[in-house]
């Protein structure tokens, strides 16, 4: 025997939208601090590999000096100087896109916290 529909009344219609609403709204900021992970996630390991790299030159910066040596007993000391010029100006580079990466980590933090309540 197929059962009647079970009419609702208009505080329970009332307040089964205000759910929906409410679970809509949740639903929102679930998908907007996921999204915003993933992109804390994406610059993390940019910034990961901007550290990686600037270590490989810092320990190659630190070997120049034997480098500059060899380069100066074979006579072709002449080569030396572009060639620190270049490493030192990549080092820097690296240097400013991981201090950029971190910056961006920690707006992506504030965003996660959400706004700030006076207390």
């Known amino acids: 025997?197929?059962?009647?529909?079970?009419?609702?009344?208009?505080?329970?219609?009332?307040?089964?939208?205000?759910?929906?609403?409410?679970?809509?709204?949740?639903?929102?900021?679930?998908?907007?601090?996921?999204?915003?992970?993933?992109?804390?996630?994406?610059?993390v390991a940019d910034a990961e590999r901007a550290y990686r790299a600037r270590d490989q030159i810092e320990a190659l910066v630190e070997r120049l000096p034997r480098y500059e040596e060899l380069l100066a007993e074979s006579g072709a000391d002449a080569l030396s100087m572009p060639e620190n010029g270049h490493l030192t100006g990549e080092a820097d580079e690296l240097e400013q896109a991981l201090r950029a990466s971190i910056d961006s980590a920690h707006e992506l933090f504030r965003h996660l916290d959400g706004p700030e309540q006076s207390g």
């Open 1 to 43: 025997m197929p059962s009647k529909p079970s009419k609702k009344s208009g505080g329970a219609v009332a307040s089964e939208r205000a759910w929906e609403r409410a679970l809509a709204g949740s639903e929102g900021a679930v998908i907007a601090k996921v999204e915003a992970l993933e992109r804390y996630a994406a610059h």
